[in-house]
């Protein structure tokens, strides 16, 4: 057994479809780890674990709960799985939780509060209001301390503690300064060796452009929609305008120096195969509840204004999203 097993303390706030997904895996495979949980979930996790189903097995495992009031062993690895929008909210509390030698792993969709640290940039000290506003999460969450990550497994919370999993185990990883440190090489090798994929990216921001292109062009549209992935862009009118977003969208991200390895119509291609899949955003829409509009929307449109990129089609979209949600509280 790896020492990483019995020396590394991994916990994950926000287990949910992907932070449970996570835990579980983790701790079937031997790590020591906990989550941080709240409510009825708390009630639900410390009775009866954590149960992943999927195609290929059933995973049962029990990670040790706690609130995110109660002192903690000290946190080698901190997972943030919560949804971006409560991320502001929340920073303060989980400030408690972090040490000297604590790695944040951020898995949230959209543009991340530390997207500019670590950058040789212009823009290297420019905070992104709309993902932390008055730099509440950067002054809780030191942008030093954390690794970046895109999540690609798709998996759906039926209950808190049980969770389908239903496809992929790719989790990228990469330090914002694109070096491959000891802590990112321990935390590749940990995923690996709990049935994920973990590569190590040189430039991170690359591949959460690749996502977040589709998150922006597909996750606002779904919702004024109600339409799934498939359905979009098989529909010629809702394909053209989903093209028109991604189009403003790689502008910005190339701007700031990303690189696309993929062409916007492979991307669209990509999706449509996807089938009958809702975003992650018309499923919150859907189950009334409050949607990450600020750190995939509203952040590229502050993007978009500070690399002097017109971004025409994303700001009609979300005007009409914005009122919508907003006469729901759903922003």
């Given at each position: ?34 989550c ?63 040490s ?11 543009i ?9 940039s ?50 990228t ?14 935390l ?5 060796k ?50 028109e ?35 992650s ?22 993007l ?28």
């Open positions: 057994m790896s020492n990483y097993r019995i020396n590394k303390h991994f916990c994950i706030f926000g287990a949910g479809a992907i932070g449970g997904l996570i835990a579980a895996k983790l701790k079937y495979h031997g790590y020591n780890v906990s941080i949980a709240r409510g009825n979930s708390y009630e639900k996790l410390s009775e009866n674990g954590i149960k992943i189903l999927s195609s290929s097995e059933t995973i049962q495992s029990k990670p040790v709960v706690y609130k995110i009031n109660e002192k903690i062993p000290q946190i080698d690895y901190l997972f943030i799985t919560v949804k971006a929008n409560s991320l502001p909210s929340i920073a303060e509390d989980l400030k408690r939780h972090i000297k030698k604590t790695t944040i792993i951020t898995g949230m969709n959209g991340p509060h530390w997207y500019f640290s670590g950058l040789n212009e823009f290297k000290k420019t905070p992104i209001e709309s993902v932390d506003p008055e730099g509440i999460i950067s002054n809780s969450l030191p942008p030093e301390k954390i690794i970046g990550s895109v999540i690609y497994p798709a998996a759906k919370l039926v209950e808190p503690g049980l969770i389908e999993h239903s496809s992929g185990n790719k989790i990883l990469g330090e914002p300064n694109g070096l491959k440190s000891e802590r990112i090489n321990i590749s090798e940990c995923l690996n709990s049935g994920f994929r973990a590569p190590i990216k040189t430039n991170i921001r690359d591949e959460i452009w690749i996502k977040l292109l589709g998150n922006v062009a597909f996750n606002p549209l779904s919702v004024l929609t109600g339409g799934t992935l498939e359905e979009m862009c098989k529909n010629t009118e809702t394909r053209s305008i989903v093209e977003i991604m189009i403003e969208t790689k502008s910005i991200g190339e701007k700031l120096g990303a690189n696309f390895p993929i062409s916007i119509e492979k991307r669209i291609n990509g999706a449509e195969a996807v089938g009958d899949h809702k975003t955003m018309l499923q919150d829409f859907e189950t009334n509840k409050k949607m990450e509009f600020n750190a995939i929307v509203s952040a590229v449109q502050e978009g204004q500070l690399t002097n990129t017109p971004t025409k089609t994303l700001d009609l979209v979300a005007k009409i999203l914005k009122l919508k949600i907003n006469l729901l509280n759903l922003y």
